[in-house]
């Protein structure tokens, strides 16, 4: 099962873990599986159907809007990480 | 300075408008939108004035009061207040009358703007009890954070990427910082300190410090504004990495003028200026697109603006299109005949990205964005001697002769009947 990195920031919506394994076979898929485990998580995430504006999401080290955005697929041993885009400059 | 008030509400997020203590935390935990100071401009009235404010120091702490710091700086005390040039020369040579040139080329102590907002985001680190800091850096910041975290006694961890210019790397390593080079792109240095800063808790300056830091750029339009007579110009042309600086000068202008300390009222337009090979927020301005495309692989000489996945892109692409300015990218080659012309207009050796801001202002007259009598001023942010690498092919070197008068009146004939060189014939074309 792909493993979820969830910010610090947001880890008191998680359960207080830093990651966790979410069922999927794309990175929509997996990101609707670990909402459903944590629903806080949901709004914070996504506006709607689409990932929120300053919410950037990487399947191992590359950011999916160069992959296939949401529709990414993603392996069993893939690492998913959600990043906030607001850093740098 | 001491005894002086506090103005910050907090920390407020730009999408949802959630208000957020002071702390260091870089955005809203409810939406992931970006934090920015919030301050109580009413209370401020009165106690912020011209006089007040030129009774300041002669360094950005002057606006002191429109900063985010609970009590006086202990970082950065000398930085800011640098020269605004008029640039009769240059102005002649875009074809503009009113121009000019605002010179952090020679901000103290490392030669860029990244002075102002490294003195906020490190006076605030001490306040906060940061004892260790950090940066993602394209090259100034690195410089900035190396030497105000020596000069405060902080320890400082630099990532940037690894095909940085010498002088760059030199320029952060020279004072003891931590200075970890990374395989991979700037984008890719940024996010794994997005990463570092909250899972160890430092206080990395453009990560969860970034709201404080921003704010020091304001300070770049205040003194404009203020060296102008208390007016903020027609129009600015600012060089863009992560789209920050641009929209916290404009802020400044609006903050001076909401505090009723401007002669007319801002109209501003602001234009943005990237390098063609990392163009991703000038190119949201000209097909009017909503989002940012982030670049995947930026190729430029101007690498201190290689930012791919610019944070501030959205809002700088937004302020752009608001005030009725424009944004253009330029190639490597109009980079280097920008950094020439000024150099050898205004005596200004400014860095690569200086020679995207001219490149780009002089689009932006060819375009007809830029009135020949509008009042201009270009935002000057790192100095020449840092990007060397940029020139050194590119510049003619010394013509060697033996010690005699001779020689010497030899090399006069001969270059009396040689062609004069790039700049010269920019002058010259230009009816200089």
Same mark, same amino acid.
């Given at each position: 099962m792909?493993l979820? &990195?969830?910010?610090t ?9 830093d990651?966790?394994?979410?069922e999927?076979s794309?990175?929509?898929e997996v ?6 485990a944590?629903?806080?998580l &949901?709004? &914070? ?8 504006r300053?919410v950037n ?5 590359e950011d999916? &809007?160069?992959?296939?955005?949401l529709?990414?697929?993603v392996a ?5 990480s959600i990043?906030?885009?607001v850093?740098g400059? | 300075m001491s005894?002086?008030?506090h103005?910050v509400? =907090?920390? !407020?997020c730009r999408?949802? =408008? ?7 935390l870089?955005?809203c935990?409810?939406d992931f939108g970006?934090l920015?100071?919030d301050y109580d401009y009413e209370?401020?009235?009165g106690h912020v004035t011209r +006089?007040s404010?030129?009774a ?5 702490w002057r ?5 985010p710091?609970?009590?006086p700086?202990?970082?950065? !005390?000398h ?11 240059l102005?002649?040579a875009?074809g503009?009358k009113?121009?000019?040139?605002k010179? +952090?080329?020679v901000?103290h102590?490392t $030669?860029?703007f990244?002075?102002?907002v490294?003195a ?5 680190a001490?306040?906060?009890?940061f004892k ?5 850096s394209t ?5 900035s954070?190396?030497a105000n ?5 902080? /320890?400082a961890?630099?990532l @940037?990427?690894?095909n940085l210019e ?6 952060a390593t020279v004072?003891?910082?931590k200075v970890?080079a990374?395989?991979?792109?700037? +984008?890719?240095?940024n996010?794994l300190?997005s990463q570092?800063a909250?899972? %160890?808790g430092w206080?990395f300056?453009n990560v969860n $410090? ?5 704010e020091?750029s304001?300070?770049m339009?205040? /003194?404009?504004?203020?060296q102008l =007579? ?8 600012v060089p863009?990495?992560?789209?920050s600086? @641009?929209?916290k000068?404009h802020?400044?202008?609006k903050?001076l003028e909401?505090?009723?300390l401007?002669e007319?009222?801002?109209q501003?337009?602001m234009?943005g200026?990237?390098?063609t090979g990392?163009?991703p927020i000038?190119?949201a301005v000209?097909t009017s697109?909503n989002k940012i ?6 190729d430029t000489?101007?690498?201190s603006?290689? @930012?791919g996945?610019?944070?501030? =892109?959205? %809002?700088?692409?937004q302020?752009?299109?608001?005030t009725?300015?424009?944004?253009e990218?330029v190639?490597d080659?109009?980079i280097v ?9 205004e005596?200004?050796?400014a /860095?690569?990205?200086?020679g995207?801001?001219?490149a780009?202002?002089r !689009?932006m007259v060819?375009q007809g964005?830029l !009135?020949?009598?509008?009042?201009v001023?270009?935002a @000057?942010t ?6 060397q690498?940029?020139?050194i +092919? ?15 009146k030899t090399?006069? /004939?001969?270059t ?5 060189p790039a700049a ?5 074309g230009?009816?200089?």
């Amino acid at each position: 099962m792909p493993l979820v &990195r969830i910010p610090t920031p947001l880890r008191p919506h998680a359960g207080g873990n830093d990651s966790a394994q979410a069922e999927g076979s794309t990175v929509g898929e997996v990101l609707n599986a670990l909402t459903s485990a944590y629903p806080d998580l &949901r709004s &914070r995430l996504f506006d709607g159907e689409d990932l929120r504006r300053f919410v950037n999401v990487y399947v191992n080290n590359e950011d999916i &809007r160069f992959l296939e955005d949401l529709d990414t697929p993603v392996a069993a041993a893939d690492e998913v990480s959600i990043i906030p885009a607001v850093a740098g400059g | 300075m001491s005894h002086r008030p506090h103005f910050v509400n =907090g920390l !407020k997020c730009r999408l949802c =408008g959630k208000m957020h203590g002071q702390q260091a935390l870089n955005f809203c935990p409810d939406d992931f939108g970006p934090l920015e100071v919030d301050y109580d401009y009413e209370a401020m009235k009165g106690h912020v004035t011209r +006089d007040s404010l030129l009774a300041g120091p002669a360094s950005m702490w002057r606006y002191a009061p429109l900063l985010p710091l609970s009590g006086p700086a202990t970082v950065g !005390k000398h930085v800011g207040y640098t020269p605004l040039v008029r640039a009769e020369r240059l102005g002649k040579a875009l074809g503009l009358k009113n121009l000019y040139v605002k010179n +952090d080329a020679v901000n103290h102590p490392t $030669l860029s703007f990244k002075d102002r907002v490294v003195a906020v985001a490190l006076s605030k680190a001490v306040e906060l009890g940061f004892k260790t800091v950090g940066c993602a850096s394209t090259g100034n910041l690195a410089g900035s954070v190396a030497a105000n975290a020596s000069a405060a006694g902080l /320890e400082a961890y630099i990532l @940037i990427p690894d095909n940085l210019e010498q002088g760059k790397v030199l320029g952060a390593t020279v004072y003891g910082a931590k200075v970890v080079a990374c395989t991979g792109n700037y +984008d890719q240095v940024n996010r794994l300190c997005s990463q570092i800063a909250f899972q %160890f808790g430092w206080g990395f300056v453009n990560v969860n $410090l970034r709201p404080f830091y921003a704010e020091g750029s304001k300070t770049m339009g205040f /003194e404009i504004a203020e060296q102008l =007579g208390w007016r903020a110009p027609d129009a600015v042309v600012v060089p863009m990495a992560g789209g920050s600086l @641009i929209g916290k000068i404009h802020k400044a202008f609006k903050e001076l003028e909401t505090l009723g300390l401007l002669e007319e009222p801002v109209q501003t337009r602001m234009f943005g200026a990237q390098a063609t090979g990392c163009n991703p927020i000038a190119n949201a301005v000209k097909t009017s697109a909503n989002k940012i495309k982030p670049v995947r692989n930026p190729d430029t000489i101007a690498k201190s603006l290689a @930012i791919g996945d610019p944070a501030d =892109g959205y %809002f700088a692409s937004q302020l752009i299109r608001n005030t009725g300015g424009w944004s253009e990218d330029v190639n490597d080659d109009e980079i280097v005949e920008g950094m020439r012309l000024l150099a050898e207009t205004e005596g200004i050796w400014a /860095e690569t990205a200086g020679g995207v801001t001219v490149a780009v202002t002089r !689009k932006m007259v060819e375009q007809g964005h830029l !009135k020949p009598d509008d009042r201009v001023v270009m935002a @000057i942010t790192g100095n020449g001697l840092k990007t060397q690498e940029a020139l050194i +092919d590119r510049i003619a070197r010394p013509q060697v002769i033996r010690p005699t008068l001779e020689d010497f009146k030899t090399l006069l /004939e001969s270059t009396a009947n040689a062609a004069s060189p790039a700049a010269g014939e920019i002058l010259a074309g230009a009816g200089v």
